[in-house]
């Protein structure tokens, strides 16, 4: 019976070097997996592979050496432990994600709550190549979100509270862009300055800051074959009923306009960043 291929990678089976074997990619979001989870790898990486899995650069677990006769068992294996195969070539891939303000204590947004969404609404999408998401809490930006086709970064918007005040000087100290001065007691945001990363308020003594936490997003990263910086192109997004309206936008911007194997980045050099630009920007304003 001939083996389809195609089939088997769409559903997370990468063909190994070794003839009828095959490394199983599992679909894991923002690096998260439970207990339960762990234990049913281990036991189906012991029963069908060789005993050992490996961790993959965007936070996911693959299981090498399964056999081609094995690869439905598998599956069912792994279901029981609430475990799913991922996705490989040209569609959504993983979505990344840092632990985010729920346990880091540098974080702004909720990292992994974001990452559950952005899976849920697009992953596995089918489309003129691979698509990836990175989620990352703060501008310490341990995610590298500007290596994705999108990236997006938690951002703090911060203004001061005169009355809670005490004019210690530690926002000012804490501050790594140089954009806080105080002068007559009076705390001065140079916004042209300051990166939202959010060090003032979180060092403050005394809650001297208001804070609203946003996002900042970046479009067409890559890392691989070559090294590229995604380009942030809109003010701090301010809720995520507006960052999912841009990520619709930009997914679609490349389903429509991108042509086979051919990357975010390089489809966005070809039809004009301007184009891509005044898209965003219209899902920006709604």
Not at 39 to 63: M, N
Not at 74 to 80: H, N
Not at 145 to 157: L, Q
Not at 258 to 279: C, I, M, Q, Y
Request: glycine share 10%; charged share 30%; hydrophobic share 35%.
């Amino acid at each position: 019976m001939a083996v389809d291929y195609a089939a088997l990678k769409k559903g997370g089976f990468m063909r190994q070097k070794q003839k009828n074997n095959f490394s199983l990619r599992l679909q894991v979001v923002g690096g998260n997996l439970t207990a339960e989870n762990l234990v049913k790898i281990a036991e189906v990486a012991e029963k069908y592979g060789d005993g050992h899995v490996h961790l993959t650069s965007r936070q996911s677990v693959e299981i090498p050496f399964i056999k081609i006769d094995d690869v439905d068992e598998v599956k069912e294996e792994l279901a029981k432990g609430g475990c799913k195969p991922g996705v490989c070539g040209p569609r959504v891939r993983t979505i990344t994600a840092c632990q985010g303000n729920q346990i880091c204590p540098g974080g702004n947004i909720d990292s992994y709550d974001i990452a559950k969404k952005l899976d849920s609404r697009y992953y596995a999408r089918e489309l003129p190549h691979k698509f990836k998401f990175g989620v990352t809490g703060c501008q310490n930006n341990c995610l590298k979100a500007e290596e994705n086709d999108v990236g997006i970064k938690g951002a703090a918007i911060v203004s001061w509270k005169q009355d809670a005040c005490i004019n210690c000087g530690v926002c000012e100290k804490a501050c790594r862009e140089g954009a806080i001065t105080i002068a007559d007691g009076v705390v001065k945001v140079d916004e042209s300055k300051c990166n939202y990363c959010g060090r003032c308020s979180k060092a403050c003594p005394t809650d001297a800051w208001d804070v609203k936490t946003g996002y900042l997003v970046s479009f067409g990263g890559l890392f691989g074959n070559r090294i590229v910086k995604g380009k942030e192109l809109l003010p701090v997004v301010e809720s995520e009923e507006q960052l999912f309206r841009i990520t619709d936008a930009a997914i679609q911007f490349f389903d429509d306009n991108a042509k086979p194997s051919e990357r975010f980045k390089f489809t966005l050099d070809r039809v004009g960043l301007d184009k891509f630009e005044k898209v965003i920007k219209e899902a920006y304003n709604g």
